[in-house]
């Protein structure tokens, strides 16, 4: 079984400035895909970035980028000049190959001050 | 519709009623996921559905948790007995995939409370 660990409960950040969340996980997969959803109050989850584990490229969108390190088990998400309607729970989420299970870690809470 | 639908988006239930809650994935949408996500956590997989079948179940917390797709379309979560323990937002999600990775769209969720 897949586990997705996000170590850090609660982040903030001042506007403009750039944040880093963590997650690790643990699979014998050697093909996967991983995520990063934002979840603001209205409880939508949204998707803000995808990676392939055969992809050695970090993936970027815009402001959001990942630092994936396969070996470490390692995929962080960098949000650079942050603004307030970043601000949201964030989990880190596991797919394996076959696209039938998800596994999410235990979310983030970041809040992006003025 | 354009989305995955969740009905009710509020639910409020006394301990020992039964609760169904339903999810419209998107036409087409071959996989449906059921999460339950409690406040401040994670979601936690509950089944999986590959059109009509229930191919993955082993997330449900008890045998008061019951989930259908008969049709292969719209999915029916029902609780029976609830406790207070089942108090959590339940979400929904479906996929065009079948064996390999499509984008899973979510729904709004029903974020249910057992009085």
Redesign the interface.
């Known amino acids: 079984a897949q586990t997705v660990t996000q170590s850090q409960p609660e982040m903030s950040v001042q506007e403009a400035e750039t944040v880093t969340l963590s997650c690790t996980y643990d699979t014998s997969e050697n093909n996967y895909y991983l995520f990063w959803y934002k979840q603001p109050p209205s409880r939508q989850m949204i998707l803000v970035i995808r990676q392939e584990a055969y992809k050695q490229q970090n993936a970027t969108e815009n402001r959001f980028s990942v630092n994936f390190q396969k070996a470490a088990k390692s995929f962080s998400l960098k949000i650079s000049d942050s603004q307030l309607g970043d601000t949201a729970m964030y989990f880190c989420a596991f797919m394996n190959n076959a696209g039938n299970m998800l596994t999410f870690g235990g979310g983030t809470r970041l809040m992006v001050k003025p | 519709g354009a989305g995955v639908s969740q009905s009710p988006r509020y639910k409020v239930a006394k301990r020992g009623q039964d609760v169904a809650l339903r999810c419209d994935p998107i036409s087409g949408h071959v ?1 449906l ?1 059921w ?1 339950q996500q409690a406040l ?6 509950l089944t ?1 559905f ?1 059109n009509e079948a229930q ?2 179940k082993s997330g449900l917390p008890s045998d008061r948790f019951f989930a259908e797709r008969p049709e292969g379309s719209v999915s029916t979560l029902k609780i029976q007995r609830t406790q207070q323990e089942d108090s959590a ?1 339940y ?1 929904c ?1 479906s ?1 065009f ?8 769209h ?1 729904g ?2 029903t ?1 249910l409370t057992v009085t």
Not at chain 2, 40 to 45: A, D, L, Y
Not at chain 2, 97 to 104: F, K, Q, R
Request: hydrophobic letters at 35%; zero cysteines.
């Open positions: 996989s996921f999460y401040g956590q994670g979601p936690e997989f999986y590959q191919l993955d937002v979400l999600a996929s995939g079948l064996l390999e990775y499509s984008p899973l979510f709004n969720g974020r």
